[in-house]
């Protein structure tokens, strides 16, 4: 650790614990408090990347998370920004699009063939007459040059979690300006959220020094940090990121495997400036770094940044770090200023002390160095000049932090006085602070968070006043402005992301592409990992110079969430696998059921685990229904409770059918729809009283369902009662030919003779000593009669049934004995667009009501011609098609639907199924063309539903 400063730098390290690592296999050792790249500065280790496209040496630029330069790849996670990632004990680190390792990278060649990948280069190589033969040869070269880490397939499961979370006030950024806007908000009485990417509060008071003396950040750190800590309201997140604003002040906050979505009344932008690199020939050298990652690495990490130093003072800030170096011991060899005289004597009195030459009216040409910056070459009215330095610091400008107010509808305009982007047409509710708000004294800095935070806490109804804001006198000379010309050897980035160099943009312009939107695109500019947070400013200035516009004429490209990297794991949410188990489950794992998920639920797929002749298991199932009597486990259908005097005509305006007028125990098909006139779900109403209905949902539509009535009530206003009873309810269905031999075997109060228990009836009493809702309904065809019975009764029902000779059947076999009756299942045989009448299901729409969901839609989708409708069909015996559901079915050589439902029929003997077809095709006697999964194509007969007992005898014995 040869290159570290002794104490008090470092204020992030605790030097008493050593941590060992390795980066492309070689050990390494930093300190606790140490992230990847800072350790590896510490042991003067300074290359940690390649360049995308030439392979050129990458190193430390910002030390905070912004550019693309320290991303590397651990073992289960690739793209890991090492200036923001802690090491830890046996990290396993290597560095990212290389052949080789970061050191010794065999790609460094194409540097050498940059003038055979200009601009455009894809496009004009391949997108033109004669070039397939050429894209054929290079297209699997440059796709495995493509993207940048490796993504571990056998990594395992992260655990991620998603919280809500509700504030009066959201701050964004805790440095000073930060901390003031919740100090403020809180102080009025608002509950504050604090959030920052960064491990502690204070952001540039951190590491910067704000003046002369660095008495003075330390000085405000401290007060308002204690400040903060007082209030009980004012919540502080850190190493956390607000990745973007949505509508109504909707954010979410990442902080590690958390997700937050917060809504907040007020939000205020305190997300700071980021500092702009200089362009000049070799400007991405290792060694050429920004001000705040040297003050960063000197002040966070106790890294010295470089032996011999020379600093380009754009603005005060590269005064400031000059200062820094020098009182860290790091010798400076020159000061260039590129103003004719310095507007700073404190500062340049203070430099003279410790003997710093000072430069004005300089202009940096280039560095020199192949792996890291040797020398720098510049240029004064006395003619060029080069000094030796193994570090170059470079203070040249900022852009704020405009990405959030962008995504929440704020404008981008450009002073040309000041040279900067400046944030216009806040939307309402959004305050911005700091010097995302242009503003860089410490005094203005923090009177402008305490403003924008009394005007939030204020805003949200509480009472504050916000004080008047000062001028700030160091904004007009923050930003050096040059006119950016290409070097004639090139190698001056724009952008380190995408190697792109000035001759490039100016290129993209030449090549008839004016528009920024459309430079980005040709170009790729700002379409790298750092989302132009470098390079849009320089581009745009390129871009307006080229074009005889003003920058604020041409702008900047379109800011969009996210912010910043975020996992697939915090979209996804939790990994835990939901799932909810029937009261019968054990005895279902007791006869060796194999299970499957359905919806939340585990169902038994069917009977035989650990058998592998399956498909004769479930025929034998399947016969099993047809020949005798067998039960279902459908304890996960939904059930909803329908209770009060307006019971009827709720349901009546829900479903499709009539309800109205249903008599007091009987059964009813439903069909739901939505307003547009699509069949969202189905199931069944028993009317047990004159004010009561017990209505089933499908298993993974029933949450939908039963919110889909509480919000139509709370419009309606009617008299009734809704209940989602699904948990209190286990249901066996009991079907077959001697099913109701089965049930008369187990007794009980109810007279189960088909005279006084006909079809589609309901009755309520007991049976087997169990109380239970009983509905003669099914899915299979047979004679079928559906058990409802509180939860705690289905275990001892079910296995009275067993005792009884009644054996279970799986879900397969299930799914096998609807398609035969040619039942559909919502969800699998119809999509988002599926009408009642391209289901053939004109017979569940009431001709009689006034009104029900979806009617006006249909009746309007009715005046125009179908463009496909389900058919059944059956394929011709011998043949060796692959087909499955999804397969597509085609007219004239045009694909027109697709297979919903196919599977081979024990009972019929032959290959079934269900598919969307044009409409002219899908009458009975009618062939269909179906693609097979092999890209065989087959024609199938298209036949009547049900496929078996079409009269439905069997179902009304």
Known sequence: MTERLPLPWGSRLDRTRKIGFRFDGRPLEGFAGDTIASAMAGADRWILSRSFKYHRPRGVMTMAGQDANTLVQLPDEPNVRADLRPISEGLEVTAQNVIGTAEHDRGAILDRFGRFMPVGFYYRAFFRPGAQSWLKFWEPIIRKSAGLGKV???????????????????????????????????????????????????????????????????????SLREMAQALLNLRIMTEATCNGWFADNWLPVLQGNRLYRVRAKQVVVAAGAQEQPLVFRNNDLPGVLLSSAAQRLMRHYAVRPGRRAVVFAGNRDGYLAALDLAEAGVPVAAVLDPAQGPAFPDLVRRLEQHKIRLVSNATITEALGTRHIHAVGFTTKSGREQIDCDLLVVAAGYTPGYQLPLHAGAKLGYDDASRQFVLNDLPEGLHVAGSAAGYFELASVLLSGEAAGAAAARTAGHDASPPALIADALAPGMNYAPRLTPHPKGRDFIDFDEDLQVKDIKNAVGDGYRELELVKRYSTVGMGPSQGRHSALATARIVAAETGRKVAQVGITTARPPFGPEKLGLLAGPGHVLYRHTPMHADHLARGAKMTPAGVWWRPLHYGAGRTDIAQVIAQEVALVRGKAAMLDVSTLGKLAIRGPDAAAFIDRIYTMAHLKQPVGRVRYCLMLNDMGSVIDDGVAYRLSETEFYVTATTGAVARVFAEMLFLNAQWGMQVDIQNVTAAFAAINVTGPEARRALEALGGDIDLAPENFPYLAGRTGTVGGCPVRIMRIGFTGELSYELHVPQYYGAGLWRRLIEAGVRPYGLEASRILRLEKGHII?????????????????????????????????????KLPLKRRLCGFALPEGHDTRLAESCLVFRDGRPVGFVTSTC??????????????DPRDADSGGRITIRGLCGTEIAAKVIPTPFYDPENLRQEM
């Open 904 to 917: 081979f029929s024990p009972t019929l003997g032959k290959w079934i199924g269900l598919a969307y077809a």
């Open 826 to 862: 919502i969800g699998q045989d119809t999509d988002a667009l599926s009408t009642p009448d391209e289901l053939n299901m004109g017979w569940a729409l009431s001709k009689t009501k006034a009104r029900h969901i979806g009617k006006t839609a249909v009746e309007a989708r009715r």
């Open 152 to 222: 571990d397939l056998g990594a395992g499961h992260g655990a991620y979690i998603k919280e809500n979370l509700h504030t009066d006030v959201l701050v964004v950024g805790a440095g000073p300006a930060g901390l003031s806007a919740a100090i403020a908000a809180a102080g009025a009485g608002a509950q504050v959220l604090l959030v920052d990417l960064a491990p502690e509060t204070g952001g540039a008071l951190t590491y910067a020094r704000f003046g002369l003396d660095s008495e003075t950040a330390d000085s405000a750190l401290k």
